[in-house]
C-alpha cells in the first residue's frame, strides 16, 4: 500500500508539470497572450492583465510576443486618453476617490507602456520591422496622448531617447522618422523645440565633464559627437519653410497655431459641451503668422546647434548648406556673423566654405567685415585649385573683385597673385586664372599698367650694371597693402603662351589678342571654367576638330619599324608571312664579332 500510495503521490506532480509545459507553449504560440489583451478589453475584471503584458514590451522578447502585446495595450489605452491626467502625479493631493486612483494608476502604466516602447525603439537588438511598427504606435499616442491635443512630452522623450541612444546617424528610426512625419508642420514645429532643450543639456553635460578622467572624457565626447551627427540629421531633413507652406499638413492641428477667441472662456471650459464650442470658435493662423511661429523657433533650434563643439565633418556639411537651407528662412541672418567669421578666419577649406555664406550676409543683409579682402587674399593658394568646392570658390571670388569700388592697389594684388598661381596650378587652373585675370582688367581700368610694365629710370651708381628683370612683388606677403603689386607686370601671363597644356597657350594667347584691342570686350564667364580637370580638357581636346594633322616625314618608304643603324650589332629578320624563321634565321642574331 505504501508503494501503491507513493505511485499515487507521484503522479499529482507529472500532472503539474504537464499542465506547465501546456501553459509555456501556449505562452510560445502566442495565444496565451492574445487570451490575456481580448479580456483587458472587455472587462474591467481583467485589468490585472495589464501589468502582465507590459513585461513582454521589451527588446528581449520575441518579435511576435511584443508585437502582440503591444497591439492589446494600444486598443486599450486610446479610447482612454482623454480621460488620464496629463501626468500620473498631477492628482497625488486630491481626494482618494477610487476611480481618480483607479485612472491615476493607469495614467502611470500608460507612462510606462511608452518607456517600454521607446526602449524597443532605441534598442539595436529589435527588429527593423517592429521598431517601425512601434515607431507608429508612439506617433499616434503623441497624436492624441494630450486629451486629442498634441503630446509635446510624449515627442520630447522619444528624441530625446533617439538622441541618447547608440543608434547610428543614418539608422532606420531616424530615416523613418524624417521620411513619414516630418511633411506634418506640427511635428517640425516640436522638432525645433526639443532641439533647442537638447543642446541646453548637452552643453551642461560637457561642462560636467571638466572633472572627468581622460578616458571617461573621451567616452563622453564619443557620444556627444554621435547625438550632434544625429540631429544634424534630422535638422537637414526638415523641409524648407515655403514647401510647408504649400502642402500645410499637421499631424495634430488642436491647440498649435489655433487661434482662441476667448482665452478665459477656454481655461475655464471643462464639460464636453463647452469645448465643443471652443473648438467650434477656434480659427487657425493664416500662413504669416505660422511662418513667422516657425522662423522663431527655427533661428533659435540652429543657433544653438551651432553653440556645439561640432567634428570637423559636420562642420563642413553645415558651412556648406547654410547659405540654401538656413540663411533665408532665419529671423535675422546677421546673427549668424560670429559663427560665419569665425570660420572664416580659421583658413584652408573651412574658410572657403565659409565665403558663400559671408558673401550672402555682406551683400544682402549689410554685414561689415573689413578684413574680407585680407583673408580671401591669403586663401590664394595652390591647394585650392584641387579642392573639392574650388567652383565655388572661383565664382564668389569673381563677383568679389567685380566691385568698382576695390582701390588699384587691391585690385592689383590679387591680379598679380594669380598670375604667379598660374606657374604652380594644374592646366585646368590655369585656365580659370587668365580668365580672372583677363574680367580683372577690363573691370578695373587703373591697373591696365600691369600688362606692360616699363622698368624704374631711377640712376645706377657708377660702377654697377642696371639689374635686368627685377619683379618688385613679393609673392609671401599676405597683407596685399605691402605686396608692392603696383610696380610689377604680367609676366607670367606672357610665359604661359608657352605652356605645354595647347588649351592653355591658346586661351593666353587670346588674351594678349584681347588686351591688344583698343576696345572694350566683354567679361568671360568663370561658371563654365571653374569645375576643369584633366579630364574635361581631354575630353574637350577629343572633340575638337583640327583642320592640319601633323605627319611624320620620310624622304623614302620605310620598310621596317626600326632600321639596324638603331640598334647596331643586331639582325632583325621576319619571313613574309610573319612567322619566325628558324634554324640560322634566329629571331635576333648576333653577327658582330663571330669570325673573329
Known sequence: MAAKNGEKLSLVPNKQKQQKKKREKAKENGDYLKNLGQQLLTSRAHINNLPILLTYITPNSPPQHA?????????????LLPQLSSSSANSANQEPDPEIVYLTWLRSKFDDFVRCLVDILVSPQSEDALREIVLDAVMEFVKVGNAGKFHSAIYHKLLRAIYHSELGAEDIVLVLLASKYFTYIDVCYFTYISLEKL?????????????LDAEKKIQSKTSMELSIHKMKFLLSRIPQLEALEENLQMWNGLGLFVEKDNKQESIA?????TKKSQKSGDKVLSSRSIAKKMK??????????LRLPLPLSVYKEVLVALHQSVIPYISNPIMLCDFLTQSYDIGGVVSVMALSSLYVLMTQHGLEYPNFYDKLYALLEPAIFIAKHRAKFFQLLDASLKSALLPAYLAAAFCKKLSRLTLFVPPSGAIVIVALVNNLLQKHPSISCLVHQERDTGETPVGEKRKQGIDHFKNEEMDPKKTNAIRSSL?????????YCAPVSRFAVSLANDLAVSARVPEISVIDLSSGSYGTIFNDEMKRRVKQIAVAFYNATPTSLFSESDFPGWEFKFTANGSEPHEESAKR????GVEA
Open 67 to 79: 508585437l502582440e502585446s503591444l497591439l492589446s495595450l494600444q486598443s486599450f489605452f486610446t479610447p
Open 199 to 211: 543642446v541646453r543639456t548637452l552643453e551642461a553635460k560637457e561642462d560636467g565633464n571638466a572633472s
Open 269 to 273: 471650459a471643462k464639460d464636453k459641451n
Open 296 to 305: 522663431s523657433k527655427l533661428t533659435k533650434a540652429w543657433l544653438s546647434f
Open 491 to 499: 609676366w607670367e601671363m606672357d610665359t604661359i603662351r608657352h605652356h
Open 589 to 592: 642574331q648576333r653577327t658582330v
